[in-house]
């Protein structure tokens, strides 16, 4: 390709170091642009045309695409800014936590977000941020540092103090944990996916394998792929992604499809507000997925591997990049798995801040090192998926549910839960909740015994609404809590059981506030690509925000806006080319829906 | 030769609209329209280009299908049951042009678009607020006219993003990936690398992206000039196919001519030789027979 | 080839072939829609080898570049020729069947072993290895090249290995496989299938053929020279000895476009008549005795021209031309009627009904055929004939019909112009994207690539020489010296340099270029000149140091 680069821009020689280190020593290819971008943001706290020049020449990268590409990351600067870069989370669940007072002390003391901090000498800025993926610890913050060798690091339950002293020198003191109250004493004993949480050492794989791990997968070896297969399939496990899909039908049609090679996708991309049962999953108990995916690999033909996980989660990235190479070294990922000729790697991948390569397609285009825009389907993934070739994807929580399935067999699997829902599920309970956590229950509990699993709401208020299923779900009113948390049982009710997030909103919280905050979130977050997306986010976001003005300052005029709102949400879902622009009106829906128009005004203590 | 039949055709049977309609296989739904005569609006298709799909102003309802599908890009399947009026098509074509009305300047796109808003009946008005501040006010494109070079401008205030100038300057076409899109969502732009300015970037001036635009975003710069100074007028205007007199590939050339002056050069793109794409010389090159 | 001066393939035939080698032509700048179609077969998996000494905008794209010394093509093509023969990978069936002459050209390639080749190509024997098995091999091949093999003094001798290639493989005649000469002038194929040629009357036919040239003296009603006429080189020499005195040039531009600038211009106002007819007031026009202003073919008359793939096309008018300039045919009837002859009026339309008549080739191209199917290729002999993609698919034909086509024995033969000491460096030249020969008809329009005449040099050359980037520099050739600034082009090697032909009024590089001339083609070795290059800031002692300063930038 005859490529121009932008004259004149040398990269400095931090940047072009840390920029071959990334690429490595392996052939340079364009699935490599995300880790350079990564690795030059990493070093200079922005991709600066000399890196990017550098970055397109190794990679034969035509510069405008290279652009393109790190214009689309939320993590990633195109224009000079400070080392260090403070995101701070007034997403949902952080706002039902005080986030927005904490937004706006910051305002007033270091500036606007998104410029550089005043006192702090262009050392550092802050930003607002979406959803970290740390709701049960509200409100959460990801310090991310250029230069240095702390690297990225997340931030659970901050105060105001704790974010000052982060922007100012850049210490994360108010370290992110675990919280999954079903492991504190008394330790549920049915706990399943979450067993080996807060008992085993995570980054030890002698302890995984002494508590049960690789069992699963040595058992996979001897039955042989077609075994698994089935057991996959007899199962009934369906997807945890959010659509619900049979996971045995799935990886039947790649095992089958004649086109090599066959990849293998871990979809840890996990970015729907209100959602962090990956995360736990990933730190927790990481060999577990290494297991799982090692074993959905042999059982459809795959030799290699993606781990896509989000960029705002630090934690989980170095758990799982310690795992890897534990079980690289151990010779159960590589060329010979376990002594029995079985070949599979796994390459972990960071995403950069952008929700919308949670969707597959989007998901494979940004680890080809293109933009992460949805494809349009069909085809699908098992015949034309990661780098055109047939590709088994599936969440986290899917994969960990291989190791039961093949411990216990697949019909013992599918005897749990109800007949439409089978295993277990991880419910992600945050917002006004006594026990915000991650929590397990078989399929078939009701809303309500979640609830009250979690303490119930917090302070002994109101429940004015629950969104269920995640941004892109749907609000339910306190009358709907008995409806059982299954898909059939959600879908019978027009709700969705998306990510399983639980988030609770008690009668103080202005849920006009929360409808902006979702509409923007889906603004921020449309890749741009389709019309109905692109263009009806702003416009549901605007007609909302007139909708809550209006009724806050009695103003009539509010049918006008909620018919373009109906009008919105219509062509979003029906002509959006993937399921973001398809979502993007459910919740907003659904409230306007359900609760009357009036609910939208600030009630005055949240003033 | 060998005796063997170049491709056998199979062929697809679809219901769209409520008459039987027979295509070869692989024929997209919008060609399986346009030969049961159903005319569809589109925006970011071009026969001489990928489809991508992004408009979404030629989506028709399958049944059976949960969301609408874009026509452009999808093959007709044996027993589709395809309508191309019902309400919710209507709607979704009504929108997408009330939003595109709505947010970019459309006062130089080709005549069929404006046509085809209104026989949807979209009113883009409907989403003005009057209020041009605050949280609530409405977002547009609106930005200043790129000029940085003599030959074409760029204005992007009255751009749909539809990727046609992309894909041209890209794989469809020129190979030369000077511009790409960047940033995301509403704040979607086609940009060079770091908006730098054209002759700093990839750009050979093919205008390829000129050819392709359907809005004038990518305009000829004599073109831009004369409409600034009120002299541009299309019905004076005559196309004359001829042939570009540079090197010997015999790329047929349009020449648009308004009072005996060449004022806009095209391609046309269902020619075999072309298939629409021009490069520099044939494009602006043909100012030497001017300056006698 | 075998009789028929046109390339054998449709451009589209390379968007479906497995293998492309662009031998001596940077298509992605001179003809970039081409190049259009050569990027689709890529893209469809077709694996390119390109063949040329500066590593171009076009060889960016290949899979293998070779970059070979300027005219070692013989010697390039015979070594992957004779790999094929060792390797046992000649297409056997073909060459029985439809060749002539191949145990000659086995015979005469034996010495271009693949080390051989090596030495005097430059080309790593693996690669030369490696291009001859993958040609053999490949189901379809397309050779495509330009005028980096026609400009050297053994222009037709390079030409005729390449073709060798294609016969000892089979590559001809089929759809995917073929030869691409790419045109360098928008009609240089009609001009010659017209009959502009000094041995051809339209469609291909000979004037030394009595019966083909009974034929035209019916059409015409009176006797033709029976004898061919002179091409381009031999009117120059002939001007030399005296034998040409007037002359009438239509259309070009030679004070400015032939190798060997000071001797052109020498002979052109040497001679006793000079009449050029064209649309601007060019260099030659100036030292003319009369010039007639001409309409711009392309868009203020009505006519045809022939692409490189054999494609005749209508070209319209679309402009009226301005002042007194008049049509072509309109200038040469009222010549006829100056010097006794009335032709009439004649119209663009009557003067294709007579080719249509005479040529071969042409008799099924009607205006409204032509008009309706985005042009014709020839041959197409009748109206119902559908005109002619692929040439010679008759060698396909079992057992093949007409001659067969023949192997011609051609041997390496190094540019004429030495390097030596005194002119240690090569000059080659070529076009860039933007530009046009010598820049009469680009110079009308600005283009921001353009940046004005440079001598490119190779970093190691530059930092031997201690020249930098845009310092203005001295080009001596065995025939005079020019002077232009600097630029480092990574893409070149050591010892080669570059220049274009584009900006003649600023710097002549002709000056420099050698009029070497292949005498069956009769085109000039302008891409193969000798020269030094040297430092000019360091001002003789005695001058003053304004006077040069002066003299560079005038």
């Known amino acids: 390709m005859d490529l121009h680069l932008i004259p004149g821009a040398v990269a400095s020689d931090e940047e072009r170091e840390a920029i071959d280190a990334a690429i490595g020593a392996a052939a340079p290819e364009r699935h490599l642009l995300l880790p350079a971008l990564h690795a030059a943001q990493a070093q200079a706290g922005w991709i600066s ?101 702390r690297g990225d690091e997340a931030m659970a339950a901050a105060t105001l103090e704790d974010l000052v002293l982060a922007v100012e020198s850049g210490d994360a003191r108010a370290a992110q944990r675990t919280v999954v109250p079903q492991t504190d004493a008394p330790r549920d004993p049915a706990l399943r996916l979450l067993r080996r949480v807060g008992l085993v050492d995570p980054e030890s794989l002698d302890a995984y394998r002494a508590h049960g791990g690789y069992a699963a997968l040595r058992k996979a070896l001897s039955m042989g792929p077609e075994r698994t297969l089935r057991e996959v399939t007899e199962s009934k496990l369906l997807g945890r992604g959010g659509a619900a899909f049979p ?57 290699r591997g993606f781990l896509y996980i989000r960029g705002e989660y630090p934690t989980a990235t170095r758990r799982l990049e310690r795992a890897i190479a534990q079980a690289r070294a151990r010779g159960w990922l590589g060329d010979n798995i376990m002594g029995e000729g079985v070949t599979f790697d796994i390459e972990l991948r960071r995403g950069a801040g952008a929700y919308i390569c949670g969707e597959e397609t989007s998901l494979f285009n940004s680890l080809e090192g293109l933009r992460g825009e949805p494809r349009n389907k069909p085809p699908f993934p098992v015949n034309v998926g990661l780098f055109g070739k047939p590709t088994v994807v599936n969440n986290v929580e899917t994969f960990a549910n291989l190791l039961d399935i093949l411990s216990s067999g697949g019909p013992t699997f599918a005897s749990t839960g109800t007949a439409g829902s089978a295993g277990t599920k991880l419910f992600c309970v945050s917002g006004c909740v006594t026990r915000p956590g991650l929590y397990e229950t078989p399929f078939g509990s009701t809303l309500r015994a979640v609830i009250a699993l979690a303490g119930g709401v917090a302070d002994g208020r109101a429940l004015q609404a629950v969104l269920l299923g995640g941004a892109a779900g749907v609000f339910v009113t306190p009358d709907e809590l008995d409806m059982p948390l299954t898909f059939e049982g959600t879908r019978a009710v027009s709700a969705t059981l998306g990510s399983g997030v639980i988030m609770l909103f008690d009668d103080r919280v202005d849920l006009g506030d929360i409808l902006i905050r979702i509409a923007s979130f889906f603004r921020d977050e449309s890749c741009g690509q389709c019309v109905p997306c692109r263009i009806g986010t702003i416009r549901q976001e605007e007609a909302l925000h007139r909708l809550v003005d209006a009724r806050q300052q009695g103003e009539g005029g509010t049918a006008r806006e909620v018919t373009l709102i109906n009008d919105l949400a219509m062509v979003m879902r029906d002509a959006s080319i993937c399921g973001l622009g398809q979502t993007a009106a459910s919740a907003v829906q659904s409230a306007l829906q359900k609760f009357p128009l009036d609910t939208f005004e600030a009630p005055q203590e949240a003033q | ?271 075999d030789v072309t298939e629409g794409h021009l490069c520099i010389k044939g494009r602006f090159g043909f100012q030497f027979v001017q300056n006698r | 080839m075998f009789g028929a001066g046109g390339g054998t393939s449709a451009y589209r035939e390379i968007e ?69 023969i060792a390797a046992g990978l000649c297409n056997t069936a073909f060459i029985e069947r439809a060749t002539s002459g191949f145990e000659e050209y086995k015979a005469a390639v034996e010495p271009y072993t693949l080390e051989h080749g090596e030495k005097l190509t430059g080309v790593k024997a693996d690669a030369i290895r490696d291009l001859a098995h993958s040609y053999a091999r490949a189901d379809r091949a397309q050779v495509c090249w330009t005028l980096g093999i026609t400009e050297h003094h053994n222009a037709v001798d390079n030409v005729f290995a390449i073709i060798n290639l294609s016969l000892l493989t089979g590559h001809i005649g089929r759809f995917g496989s073929g030869l691409v000469p790419l045109r360098g002038q928008n009609n240089v194929q009609g001009g010659g299938d017209m009959g502009a040629l000094p041995n051809k009357f339209v469609g291909g036919q000979d004037v030394e053929d009595p019966e083909l040239r009974a034929m035209f003296e019916r059409e015409y009603g009176r006797p033709l020279l029976e004898k061919r006429g002179w091409h381009l080189s031999e009117m120059f020499d002939a001007m030399e000895k005296g034998d040409l005195r007037a002359v009438y040039v239509l259309g070009e531009n030679p004070m400015q476009s032939e190798a060997d ?41 009505e006519g045809t021209v022939t692409s490189s793939e054999r494609r005749v096309q209508r070209v319209r008018k679309a402009l009226d031309p301005p002042g007194q300039a008049r049509d072509d045919i309109e200038i040469l009837a009222a010549l006829a009627r100056r010097l006794g002859t009335d032709w009439g009026a004649p119209t663009a339309a009557a003067v294709w009904e007579e080719v249509r008549r005479l040529s071969p080739w042409h008799g099924g ?22 005109g002619s993609p692929t040439l010679h698919t008759r060698l396909w034909d079992d057992p093949v019909t007409g001659p067969r086509a023949p192997f011609e024995v051609v041997h390496h033969a190094p540019p004429v112009d030495e390097l030596t000491e005194d002119f240690p460096l090569r000059l080659t030249t070529g076009r860039r994207l933007d530009s046009y020969n010598t820049g009469v008809q680009t110079g009308g329009y600005t283009s921001p690539l353009r940046h004005g005449e440079r001598i490119e040099l190779s970093p190691e050359d530059a930092e031997r020489l201690q020249m930098v980037p845009g310092e203005v520099v001295r080009i001596v050739s065995r025939r005079g010296s020019v002077e232009a600034p600097v630029k480092i082009d990574p893409g070149l090697r050591p010892g080669l340099t570059f220049m274009t032909l584009h900006f003649p009024d600023d710097v002549e590089t002709n000056i420099l270029t050698i009029d070497a001339v292949d005498p069956r083609s009769g085109t000039a070795e302008f891409k193969a000149a000798a020269v030094r290059v040297e430092k000019i800031s360091v001002a003789p002692a005695a001058e003053p140091v304004g006077a040069s300063t002066a003299e560079r930038t005038r």
């Open chain 1, 49 to 149: 045309p000399g890196a990017l020049n550098h970055i397109c020449a190794r990679l034969s990268v035509p510069p405008a695409e290279g652009f393109g590409v790190a214009s689309f990351y939320a993590m990633f600067a195109t224009k000079r800014r400070a080392p260090r870069t403070v995101h701070v989370c007034d997403d949902i669940a952080c706002r039902t936590k005080g986030a927005e007072a904490v937004c706006r002390s910051l305002e007033a003391r270091f500036g606007p977000a998104g410029q550089d901090a005043s006192g702090v000498n262009g050392a550092a800025t802050w930003v607002r941020s979406p959803c970290l993926g740390l709701c049960e610890q509200a409100p959460a913050a990801l310090v991310q540092r250029a230069g240095d060798a």
């Open chain 1, 247 to 303: 996971t045995g039908r799935k990886w039947e049609a790649v095992a089958r499809n004649p086109v090599r090679p066959h990849f293998l996708v871990c979809n840890a991309d996990e970015s729907e507000p209100g959602t962090f049962k990956d995360r736990v999953i990933m730190e927790e108990d990481p060999f577990a997925l290494i297991e799982a995916m090692t074993i959905g690999a042999f059982a459809t033909g795959c030799e």
């Open chain 2, 1 to 271: 030769m060998d005796a063997v039949p170049m491709s056998f055709v199979r062929y697809v049977d679809l219901t769209i609209d409520g008459k039987s309609v027979r295509v070869p296989e692989g024929t997209t739904l919008l060609q399986a329209c346009q030969s049961a005569g159903i005319e569809t609006p589109t925006l970011c298709y071009a026969e001489n280009l990928t489809p991508v799909n992004v408009c979404r102003v030629c989506v028709v309802e399958v049944e059976g299908a949960r969301t609408l599908v874009p026509s452009c890009s999808r093959p007709a399947e044996p027993g589709m049951v395809v309508h191309t009026d019902s309400e919710r098509v209507r709607h979704s074509r009504r929108l997408v042009f009330e939003l595109l009305g709505s947010s970019v300047d459309l006062s130089t796109a080709d005549p069929k678009y404006l046509a085809d808003m209104a026989r949807y009946e979209a009113v883009p008005e409907r989403f003005d607020t009057g209020d041009a501040t605050g949280h609530g006010a409405k977002a547009t494109v609106q930005q200043p006219v790129k000029i940085d070079n003599e030959l074409y401008v760029r204005d992007y205030s009255k751009c749909v993003l539809c990727y046609k100038c992309v894909e041209a300057c890209g794989t469809d076409a020129q190979n030369t990936f000077a511009i790409a899109v960047a940033g995301r969502g509403f704040h979607a732009t086609i940009a060079t690398e770091f908006e730098t300015p054209l002759p700093d970037s990839a750009c050979v001036y093919c205008g390829n992206c000129i050819g392709v635009c359907p809005t004038g975003a990518l305009m000829f710069k004599s073109e831009h000039d004369m409409r600034e100074a009120g002299t541009w007028d299309e019905s004076k205007q005559a196309v004359t196919d001829t042939i570009c007199p540079y090197c010997g590939v015999g790329c047929t050339v349009q020449l648009h001519v308004q009072d005996n002056s060449i004022v806009r050069v095209t391609s046309p793109h269902d020619h």
């Open chain 3, 16 to 84: 479906e072939t497995d293998l492309i080698v662009l031998w001596g032509s940077n298509a992605r700048e001179t003809h970039p829609i081409f190049f259009h179609h050569l990027l689709k077969g890529k893209q469809a998996g077709a694996r390119m080898f390109a063949i040329d000494p500066r590593r171009t905008s076009s060889v960016a794209w290949a899979d293998v570049w070779m970059g070979l010394e300027v005219g070692s093509d013989v010697a390039l093509a015979n070594a992957i020729g004779r790999e094929i």
């Open chain 3, 261 to 301: 600038a000071k001797r052109t211009r020498r002979l052109l106002e040497g001679l006793d008549h000079l009449v050029v007819q064209d649309i601007f007031l060019t260099k030659t026009a100036e030292v003319a005795d009369v010039v007639l202003p001409a309409a711009a073919s392309w868009c203020e008359s």
């Open chain 3, 365 to 386: 191209m009607s205006y409204a055929r032509l008009e309706a199917l985005n042009g014709l290729q020839w041959p197409c002999p009748t109206d119902d004939h559908p």
